[in-house]
């Protein structure tokens, strides 16, 4: 099976393409390839897949081989990826995922990408879409106040094709994301567990940042988080439509747009190395 290693500030997956090979155990070889120690090493595993609806299809698993819905820097890597290997010459096209089909620009110069836009659509609200128990507003959980453990936070929950929360907090850097990551996303108002994004507000134009994602656990980056902690802070009156989020990883920009209430996320995504892993070696997993 041939591979390629990508990240995007650290949020680094094992990309695989089915456009031209295929693939049985699609869990199984998540599992394997993810394993720092006895696999590639990542926070999960890409398919780039044909599409009948889009340009493109991905399917995104889990270290655990659970499959996701959604991840914007996979999405945005994804684009960066069929452009470098030749699938496309095209800069603008859709990708189909779980989470709905997804528009890709790419920014390219000299004939690389140097940059990747992402529009993944209207964030949605409603309770019982994303889905939450829990609400304040409505159907909605916008600005909530919630204790975790032993912490307040300032919870607003969203979709973006799965389950996210926005926890504001104060010295996001300096919290146990041990302790308090694994209590939010499995705490009950969840029913399907949700992706947590522990934010704080420094201007109206920058945030600090930390994701725990769901069946994941804390990863360096994640766009998709980036895009639920400015939405969430838009609708908390904290931040500009234009914002940078600061990760552990890097610095992912977010713009909002009034007009169509779709949200837009830019940053780069790199391949570290391409390989070739004989099929025997995920027998007995």
């Known amino acids: 099976m041939k591979f390629t290693k990508m990240q995007a500030y650290g949020n680094d997956y094992v990309y695989v393409s089915l456009l031209d090979q295929e693939m049985t155990d699609p869990e199984k070889w998540a599992v394997f390839v993810s394993d720092r120690h006895k696999g590639i090493g990542s926070d999960g595993m890409i398919l780039v897949c044909p599409s009948e609806a889009a340009d493109f299809k991905m399917r995104i698993f889990n270290p655990d081989g ?8 996979g999405l945005r890597s994804v684009g960066k990826f069929v452009f470098a290997k030749g ?45 939450v128990t829990l609400t304040n507003k409505g159907n909605t959980l916008v600005g909530c106040d919630y204790t975790v453990i032993d912490k307040p936070f300032r919870l607003t929950a969203v979709s973006l094709g799965n389950p996210h929360c926005g926890a504001e907090c104060e010295n996001v850097f300096e919290l146990n994301t041990e302790k308090y990551g694994p209590a939010l996303e499995t705490a009950d108002i969840f029913p399907r567990k949700a992706n947590i994004h522990f934010y704080e507000v420094i201007d109206r134009h920058n945030i600090n940042m930390r994701s725990w994602e769901r069946n994941c656990g804390e990863t360096l980056a994640c766009a998709t988080g980036c895009s639920t902690a400015v939405y969430s802070a838009i609708l908390n009156g904290k931040v500009s439509n234009s914002v940078d989020v600061h990760q552990r990883g890097g610095v992912v920009h977010i713009d909002y747009n009034d007009e169509d209430g779709t949200v837009t996320m830019t940053g780069k995504a790199e391949i570290v190395f391409d390989g070739y892993i004989e099929n025997s070696v995920i027998e007995g997993i």
Not at 66 to 73: T, V
Request: glycine content about 10%.
């Open 87 to 131: 699938y496309t010459d095209k800069t603008d096209f859709t990708v189909e995922t779980l989470g709905g089909i997804k528009r890709v620009h790419l920014w390219v110069e000299n004939g690389l990408v140097v940059n990747v836009s992402a529009n993944i659509g209207v964030p949605v609200l409603e309770a019982d879409k994303i889905p």
């Open 66 to 73: 659970s499959e996701a819905e959604m991840c914007g820097n």
